[in-house]
């Protein structure tokens, strides 16, 4: 790993959780089968993914009962907002620390 890289939140710039927090940046509740249906990841994947979020406490969860059976909802956490943010920073500096790549055509 280089000096560019090595902070990055790896829990973070994990594709499936990245896609997690940006579902749930607008501070909106969302429910375990919106996560599914809209990222197209198996319950078992997502599932594995949302417990790594909530325990870095980027996430939490709210178990609730709709007609008698469990529905759980999440909501990302100010952690998660900062981690986020964070990575995002961090790759705009990488950005602006490149250097252009040299024109094919020279």
């Known amino acids: 790993?280089?000096?560019?890289?090595?902070n990055l939140d790896d829990v973070v710039l994990s594709r499936p959780r990245l896609s997690i927090l940006a579902a749930l940046v607008s501070g909106d509740a969302v429910d375990f089968?919106?996560?599914?249906?809209?990222?197209?990841?198996?319950?078992?994947?997502?599932?594995?993914?949302?417990g790594k979020l909530e325990?870095?406490?980027?996430?939490?969860?709210?178990?609730?009962f709709?007609?008698?059976?469990?529905?759980?909802?999440?909501?990302?956490?100010?952690?998660?907002?900062?981690?986020l943010e964070r990575l995002f920073?961090?790759?705009?500096?990488?950005?602006?620390q490149a250097k252009p790549a040299e024109s094919l055509d020279d």
């Open 33 to 50: 089968t919106f996560l599914q249906k809209n990222l197209g990841i198996s319950d078992g994947n997502l599932s594995t993914h949302l």
């Open 89 to 96: 920073r961090q790759l705009e500096g990488m950005l602006t």
């Open 1 to 6: 790993m280089n000096e560019l890289t090595s």
């Open 66 to 83: 709709v007609n008698k059976k469990p529905k759980t909802w999440y909501q990302i956490t100010t952690e998660g907002r900062n981690a």
């Open 55 to 64: 325990a870095e406490r980027y996430i939490h969860s709210n178990k609730t």
